[in-house]
């Protein structure tokens, strides 16, 4: 599959260039500049996540947010998301390395619709621009919308 999408890709490109070399290139610098900005943010949660991997025992990671934990975990896991403040291209790696560390299904999916649904951090711009009750009553149905697609994950990952 990840061919084939590179395949696609390289053709894609390769007509673009044909059909116009000036904005090909152009978008190829800024494609190149995008990722520069992205990659220390990248790099330093991939660290931050693998230390804490070859840190912490496997089996921790299954007690707190594995699927024995039930949904306890699903909560702890919900709360670390809601306050952390990671990036969706950082956070769907990180959320593949603590599966293979031991995590729950439903626990990375309340932790990864949290961190991309609820934010803790980011609220007082949110109340800033939309005010604060509708960023509280967003932030507090997106935490709970979070049970929901964990609750969905389970069903469908491990038939509940």
Do not use: C
């Not at 990375?108 to 009750?133: C, D, H, N």
């Amino acid at each position: 599959m990840n061919t084939a999408l590179y395949v696609v890709t390289v053709v894609l490109l390769i007509i673009s260039y044909y059909k116009d070399k000036k904005k090909t290139k152009m978008s190829l610098k800024k494609a190149w500049k995008a990722f520069e900005n992205i990659l220390p943010e990248f790099l330093v949660v991939i660290l931050l996540v693998g230390v804490l991997l070859a840190v912490v025992n496997p089996d921790v990671i299954s007690k707190i947010i594995g699927s024995d934990s039930g949904w306890v975990g699903v909560i702890l896991a919900a709360i670390v998301g809601s306050i952390t403040l990671i990036p969706g291209f950082v956070a769907f790696p990180t959320a593949a390395m603590l599966l293979q560390g031991g995590a729950g299904y439903m626990q990375i999916g309340a932790f990864v619709s949290t961190l991309m649904m609820v934010g803790v951090i980011t609220m007082p711009v949110e109340i800033k621009y939309f005010g604060q009750k509708i960023t509280i009553y967003r932030n507090i149905l997106a935490f709970l919308f979070s049970f929901v697609v964990a609750y969905i994950i389970g069903l469908v990952v491990t038939g509940i």
